[in-house]
């Protein structure tokens, strides 16, 4: 199907765009009315996920009510541990908790290979529906989580601020933690495929957890597996965003992938210093700026885009938008762009 609005897909592959894309982390969800109405009536975010009626509608809805240049799949990843065999439950308040966790070699004898139609229909069904449903009006975002990102969760078994107990584990049982991220790599690749397989335009690949590693940890546990997975995936482009990662973006920028996100630490100059020509940069406004003002909001964004220089850009946040923010400084935003 040939696509009414591929600015996103032409900026990722370096082609001139007549202006720049847009579109922001965490777009689905808690700051559009619309979508805690379909939240409300369900049992809570994990029934949403699995239910590829619902999380197709609220994928859509940032695009008739806020105007983006491109959907994500509303999904989680920490669906990938579930389909490895390690279940996961939604504190509502709380985050994401798993019952149990991995303590030991031994424990690893409960994963499996993720089969990605059996365990993992409900995303690709969700993809399916959402693709025929935008009818090509904007390109479909997959995604999943890093290696090391799902290796800390998988560890730990809920969020924390310093993952030490993941951390520990890299100088304790080298071998522990790179058997288990060589099979969370495995279960991505399979993964992403078949998310491009149901119709995915473009791939996203979240290490969120990337800035709690020095630049000589992330490089010898998290680097060999983000560049195994930006290496299989050549149907689509790749985007990376490693938050927290500024201090090892030089080596971010060696991976084989389109584009690379930037937080709102990394300085879009110096990023593209790194990278010249070879690859779009992804980012970066600060989320708190919207709760700025609204000429505030359009001041930053002016900046944000002049920074950047307009080519091989995608404009989106540093991070996700918070929850709490008003769904109109999210329009200006977008407005500013699509008129700059």
């Known amino acids: 199907m040939q696509l009414k609005n591929d600015l996103l897909l032409r900026a990722a592959r370096g082609e001139k765009t007549e202006r720049t894309p847009v579109w922001l982390m965490r777009q689905a969800g808690r700051i559009l009315p619309e979508y805690r109405a379909v939240r409300e009536s369900l049992s809570g975010f994990k029934e949403l996920v699995e239910t590829p009626e619902r999380a197709a ?26 389909a490895m065999g390690l279940p996961y439950e939604l504190v509502e308040k709380v985050g994401p908790r798993f019952p149990e966790v991995i303590n030991s ?9 993720v089969e990605p139609e059996e365990h993992l229909g409900y995303v690709l069904d969700a993809i399916k529906i959402t693709k025929k449903e935008l009818d090509g009006r904007v390109p479909l975002i997959g995604f999943a989580g890093a290696p090391w990102t799902i290796l800390c969760y998988m ?12 951390r520990r584990l890299l100088w304790e ?10 099979q969370i790599t495995e279960a991505t690749i399979v993964y992403l495929k078949a998310q491009v397989a149901a119709g995915a335009d473009l791939v996203q690949v979240f290490d969120s957890w990337a800035g709690v590693l020095s630049k000589e940890l992330y490089n010898k546990f998290a680097m060999p597996y983000m560049k195994r997975i930006c290496d299989a995936i050549t149907e689509v482009p790749v985007t990376v965003f490693a938050k927290g990662g500024g201090h090892f973006f030089e080596d971010l920028a060696t991976l084989n992938c389109e584009t690379l996100g930037l937080d709102w630490n990394i300085a879009p100059e110096r990023a593209r210093e790194i990278v010249g020509d070879t690859k779009t ?10 709760y700025g003002t609204h000429d505030q909001v359009i001041e930053h ?10 080519h ?25 762009i699509k008129e700059y």
């Open 57 to 82: 509608e609220v994928t859509i809805q940032p695009v008739d009510l806020l105007g983006v240049d491109a959907a994500i799949i509303f999904s989680d990843i920490l669906v990938i541990p579930e």
């Open 105 to 113: 070699r031994n424990d690893l004898n409960r994963l499996h290979l």
């Open 155 to 166: 560890i730990e078994g809920k969020g924390t601020k310093a993952w030490a107990k993941a």
């Open 173 to 182: 049982d080298e071998v522990l933690a790179r058997t288990l991220l060589e």
């Open 281 to 290: 940069l992804q980012g970066n406004l600060d989320p708190s700026t919207l």
């Open 301 to 310: 964004t002016k900046e944000m885009l002049r920074r950047f220089g307009g």
């Open 312 to 336: 091989r850009h995608i404009a989106n946040l540093g991070h996700g938008v918070y929850p709490d923010i008003d769904p109109e400084r999210v329009r200006t935003f977008i407005q500013t």
